[in-house]
């Protein structure tokens, strides 16, 4: 069961409260006095320590921060005679678990102690979740070879010791949720919610879903927003270009004040959140197209990261695949364990327009479909990179809107110029792909009539 220390300066009560906890099949020391407490707490292990406050040499509560600096992972279970509560309400402030008025029946402090050794148990899992997420989401030199990359990375993990807003910018699928991952991760946020909204969905439903609505509570009695659900965490806003002004202007004064409303109320609330934002578009230009608030880029841009596409940073193609390689091989059980150097080469050579997101689908679609111990060529054609890097390599130079344009067009005439199913495939929402489409001419034939 639990290693419980009990600290109290009556013997009589001491060694009852010992019988009974081992009679139920605990481990159990005893200390009669702040110093021996101090040196037992800070020198064994232990689950949970019950503390009387009236312990003498020194007294309870020196005795309680001293443990607590030591060892900030202990449950404590405070005790105190009926008429000197209120002296003992400072150890509750000060992060025990419970307070017990004395005399207590043994039932009392049965339930007391499956319920501080469950508490435990639950810190001690979420302590072990939270390191293999932070195993998860590195900001390791290791992935980021390249200049640029490891610029972001070492901006990132800059980014992760703060709790100023950062604002996350590079194109589809180049790594921008990674980042903002590992920077919360990282933080002293990390035991928090980390809360990824898009910003790309309707004004109103965006508005509803950050803010809550009091107006919806009526109906369903649910009206709080994303902003209150992270409290304590990071909340993630992809694609904040497409936030439209009212939004943003609800936004900055989040950012520049601490507080906001929920619509249709009148209370102003404080969340205690952090807001890492991210954009696959130009923000400065929206700026100057008077798309976007001038004033809600400069709070989010105090922090600026830019991920370089994939294209540009071929020495990151081999260490990220390898990465990969090993992150689904756990995960599947498959034993792979290398790539085959021509295989690499042609990896490299790709052009990865989906960036680090396409190299991901593409390792784990090798690892499922890998026969043998390493990734060969023959691996890389279920998914097409394969042919698709020798006619990149066969093929005249174009440039990067060139490559842009026939791509789209290519997946618009196979959607059938269906947008909602080409921006899909594109990975990208239809507001983008009819500003591409614009912005290229593209007509669907029905509409060139």
């Known amino acids: 069961m639990a290693r419980i220390l009990v600290i109290d300066s009556k013997s009589a009560w001491r060694s009852a409260l010992k019988d009974h906890l081992e009679g139920r099949g605990h481990s159990v ?13 800070c020198g064994d292990a232990f689950d949970l320590i019950i503390l009387s406050v009236d312990i003498p040499r020194p007294g309870g509560y020196t005795t309680f921060k001293t443990i607590r600096d030591e060892r900030p992972e202990l449950t404590f279970i405070v005790t105190a005679e009926a008429d000197s509560l ?16 004395k005399p207590f029946a043994l039932e009392e402090i049965d339930t007391a102690v ?41 901006l990132a993990a800059k980014a992760a010791k703060t709790d100023v807003p950062v604002l996350i910018v590079g194109e589809s699928g180049s790594g921008k949720e990674y980042l903002a991952r590992a920077i919360h991760y990282q933080s002293n946020r990390g035991c928090g919610p980390f809360v990824k909204i898009n910003c ?79 954009s696959s578009q130009d923000l400065a230009s929206s700026v100057e197209r008077r798309q976007f608030c001038p004033n809600l880029y400069e709070r989010l841009s105090r922090i600026m990261i830019k991920i370089p596409p994939l294209r540009d940073r071929k020495e990151d193609v081999a260490p990220l695949a390898m990465h990969f390689l090993q992150k689904y091989a756990a995960e599947t059980g498959r034993p792979i364990a290398s790539i085959e150097e021509p295989a690499l080469a042609q990896l490299v050579s790709y052009h990865w327009k989906g960036n680090v997101r396409e190299l991901e689908n593409c390792i784990e679609r090798c690892v499922i479909h890998c026969s043998g111990e390493s990734i060969r060529p023959a691996d890389l054609a279920v998914n097409g990179a394969a042919s698709a890097a020798r006619r990149t390599s066969q093929s005249p130079m174009k440039s990067l809107r060139e490559v842009e344009r026939d791509h789209i067009k290519r997946v618009l005439v196979q959607c059938k110029w269906n947008r909602s199913a080409a921006a899909e495939t594109l990975d990208i929402d239809r507001k983008t792909l009819r500003s591409k489409m614009r912005e290229f001419g593209f007509i669907p034939p029905d509409e060139s009539q």
């Open 200 to 278: 790309s969905r309707p004004e109103t439903a965006l508005d509803i879903r950050l803010f809550g609505s009091e107006k919806l509570a009526k109906a369903n009695g649910q009206s709080v927003g994303v902003l209150e659900c992270a409290r304590g965490g990071t909340v993630f806003l992809d694609e904040v270009a497409y936030a439209g002004i009212s939004v943003q202007s609800k936004l900055l004064r989040l950012l520049e004040e601490k507080w906001f409303e929920r619509i249709g109320g009148a209370d102003a609330l404080f969340p205690d959140v952090r807001i890492v934002a991210a």
């Open 114 to 154: 499956d319920r501080a050794i469950e508490r435990s148990r639950l810190i001690e899992q979420n302590n072990c979740l939270l390191g293999e997420m932070r195993n998860g989401y590195v900001l390791s030199s290791a992935l980021a070879k390249n200049p640029g990359a490891r610029s972001a990375y070492a």
């Open 86 to 101: 209120e002296p003992a309400v400072w150890a509750v402030e000060s992060g025990a678990y419970l307070l017990l008025a």
């Open 29 to 41: 020391k005893e200390a009669a006095d702040g110093k021996r407490a101090v040196a037992s707490a």
